[in-house]
C-alpha cells in the first residue's frame, strides 16, 4: 500500500498586523494581561477586499508551486474552514475555479482548529485507496470578522491566515505513519457562534444581541484541550510504534501557549523539539499548524527524514493528531 506524504506547502498571512497595545484601545485589556494568559503578542487582520477564497489561492499556488504540481492534475480540494466566503456554493469550489483545476472533487470541511489534520486524514484514504493522486488541502480563516471587540476572552486570541498542503503518494518509508480524528458533541456550546445558521437565522434582534461573533468558555476547554491532545499524540506515537524521544518535531495547533507548555510537559517533549509561532500569528484555527509547518519548511527546520508530530484541538470539540515521516 502506498502512503501518503506532503509534497509541497504554502502560505498567505495578511499585511495588517493587530498588536497587543492596538488591543489596549479598543477593548479593557492589556499587553501584561493577554501575554501573560495566552503568550499572543500580535495577530494579523484581512484586508476589507481580502476573502477566505482569495488568500487561500495564494497559498495554494506557493503550495502546488512547491510541490512540482500543476492544478490540473489536482484530484481532489478540501478546504478546512469555519469562515467561508460565503453559506453556498463551498469555498473550494471558488478556489478550484480561481486555480483552474478543472473538475476535481472539492468541498469543505469545517472541524474548526483540527480541521487541516481532519482534511490530511481524509486525503489520506482516497490516496492509499487509488480514488486520488494529488490532493490540495488548505487551511483557511478570516476569523476577524466573527470577533466581538467588546469582549476581551476572544478579541485578543484569534488572527486571519491560510496555509496550503498538496498531498501525494510518496515512497513507504515515509509520509503519514498513523494519524487519529475525534469529535464529543457534548461540547458543543463551549466554542460556537449561537446566530446566522438555520437554528437562530440573522435577524435585527441576533445582530442587536451580537449573537454573530464567536463565543467561549475558555475555562472549562483548557483541561479538556491539554488532555485530549496529550491522548491523542500518545496514540499515534503508539500505533507507529515510536517514542516520544524519536520525535524531531512537536507542531501542535497555537490556541493557547499555555496548553502547548502542559501538553509537552505531559508528553516530555523538549521546547527544542516544538514549534511557536502563537506570539506573531495567534489563533488561526484550521491555519495553524500548515502555517507552522510551511514556516518550518521554508526555513529548513524540517529535513528529510524527520518524525513530525501534529496534534490540534478544536469547536465542536474536535482533536486529532497526525505522525508523519517528511
Given at each position: 500500500?502506498?502512503?501518503?506524504?506532503?509534497?509541497?506547502?504554502?502560505?498567505?498571512?495578511?499585511?495588517?498586523?493587530?498588536?497587543?497595545?492596538?488591543?489596549?484601545?479598543?477593548?479593557?485589556?492589556?499587553?501584561?494581561?493577554?501575554?501573560?494568559?495566552?503568550?499572543?503578542?500580535?495577530?494579523?487582520?484581512?484586508?476589507?477586499?481580502?476573502?477566505?477564497?482569495?488568500?487561500?489561492?495564494?497559498?495554494?499556488?506557493?503550495?502546488?508551486?512547491?510541490?512540482?504540481i500543476e492544478p490540473e492534475q489536482l484530484d481532489?480540494?478540501?478546504?478546512?474552514?469555519?469562515?467561508?466566503?460565503?453559506?453556498?456554493?463551498?469555498?473550494?469550489?471558488?478556489?478550484?475555479?480561481?486555480?483552474?483545476?478543472?473538475?476535481?472533487?472539492?468541498?469543505?470541511?469545517?472541524?474548526?482548529?483540527?480541521?487541516?489534520?481532519?482534511?490530511?486524514?481524509?486525503?489520506?484514504?482516497?490516496?492509499?485507496?487509488?480514488?486520488?493522486?494529488?490532493?490540495?488541502?488548505?487551511?483557511?480563516?478570516?476569523?476577524?470578522?466573527?470577533?466581538?471587540?467588546?469582549?476581551?476572552?476572544?478579541?485578543?486570541?484569534?488572527?486571519?491566515?491560510?496555509?496550503?498542503?498538496?498531498?501525494?503518494?510518496?515512497?513507504?518509508?515515509?509520509?503519514?505513519?498513523?494519524?487519529?480524528?475525534?469529535?464529543?458533541?457534548?461540547?458543543?456550546?463551549?466554542?460556537?457562534?449561537?446566530?446566522?445558521?438555520?437554528?437562530?437565522?440573522?435577524?435585527?434582534?441576533?445582530?442587536?444581541?451580537?449573537?454573530?461573533?464567536?463565543?467561549?468558555?475558555?475555562?472549562?476547554?483548557?483541561?479538556?484541550?491539554?488532555?485530549?491532545?496529550?491522548?491523542?499524540?500518545?496514540?499515534?506515537?503508539?500505533?507507529?510504534?515510536?517514542?516520544?524521544g524519536d520525535v524531531d518535531l512537536f507542531i501542535?495547533?497555537?490556541?493557547?501557549?499555555?496548553?502547548?507548555?502542559?501538553?509537552?510537559?505531559?508528553?516530555?517533549?523538549?521546547?527544542?523539539?516544538?514549534?511557536?509561532?502563537?506570539?506573531?500569528?495567534?489563533?488561526?484555527?484550521?491555519?495553524?499548524?500548515?502555517?507552522?509547518?510551511?514556516?518550518?519548511?521554508?526555513?529548513?527546520?524540517?529535513?528529510?527524514?524527520?518524525?513530525?508530530?501534529?496534534?490540534?484541538?478544536?469547536?465542536?470539540?474536535?482533536?486529532?493528531?497526525?505522525?508523519?515521516?517528511?
Amino acid at each position: 500500500m502506498v502512503a501518503t506524504g506532503i509534497l509541497g506547502t504554502g502560505a498567505a498571512l495578511p499585511e495588517k498586523v493587530i498588536t497587543n497595545f492596538d488591543l489596549e484601545k479598543m477593548v479593557d485589556t492589556s499587553d501584561k494581561w493577554i501575554t501573560e494568559r495566552t503568550g499572543i503578542k500580535e495577530r494579523r487582520q484581512a484586508a476589507p477586499n481580502e476573502t477566505t477564497s482569495t488568500l487561500s489561492v495564494k497559498a495554494a499556488k506557493k503550495a502546488l508551486e512547491m510541490a512540482g504540481i500543476e492544478p490540473e492534475q489536482l484530484d481532489l480540494i478540501i478546504c478546512s474552514t469555519i469562515s467561508p466566503d460565503m453559506p453556498l456554493p463551498a469555498t473550494a469550489s471558488i478556489i478550484q475555479r480561481e486555480l483552474g483545476a478543472g473538475t476535481c472533487c472539492a468541498f469543505d470541511l469545517a472541524a474548526a482548529c483540527s480541521g487541516f489534520l481532519f482534511g490530511m486524514t481524509v486525503v489520506d484514504q482516497f490516496v492509499k485507496t487509488g480514488k486520488s493522486k494529488y490532493a490540495l488541502v488548505i487551511g483557511a480563516e478570516l476569523l476577524s470578522r466573527y470577533l466581538d471587540y467588546q469582549d476581551r476572552s476572544t478579541c485578543v486570541i484569534f488572527g486571519d491566515g491560510v496555509a496550503a498542503g498538496v498531498m501525494g503518494p510518496v515512497n513507504s518509508s515515509s509520509g503519514i505513519l498513523a494519524s487519529e480524528v475525534h469529535t464529543n458533541g457534548a461540547f458543543a456550546d463551549h466554542l460556537y457562534i449561537p446566530a446566522g445558521g438555520t437554528a437562530r437565522p440573522a435577524t435585527c434582534e441576533t445582530v442587536q444581541a451580537r449573537e454573530h461573533f464567536i463565543k467561549m468558555r475558555g475555562n472549562e476547554l483548557f483541561k479538556v484541550a491539554v488532555r485530549s491532545l496529550e491522548e491523542v499524540s500518545r496514540r499515534v506515537m503508539e500505533q507507529a510504534n515510536v517514542h516520544a524521544g524519536d520525535v524531531d518535531l512537536f507542531i501542535p495547533h497555537q490556541a493557547n501557549q499555555r496548553i502547548t507548555n502542559a501538553v509537552c510537559e505531559r508528553l516530555g517533549l523538549p521546547a527544542e523539539k516544538v514549534y511557536s509561532n502563537i506570539n506573531r500569528v495567534g489563533n488561526t484555527s484550521s491555519a495553524s499548524i500548515p502555517i507552522c509547518l510551511d514556516e518550518c519548511v521554508r526555513s529548513g527546520r524540517i529535513k528529510k527524514g524527520d518524525l513530525i508530530l501534529m496534534s490540534a484541538f478544536g469547536a465542536g470539540v474536535t482533536w486529532g493528531s497526525v505522525l508523519m515521516r517528511w
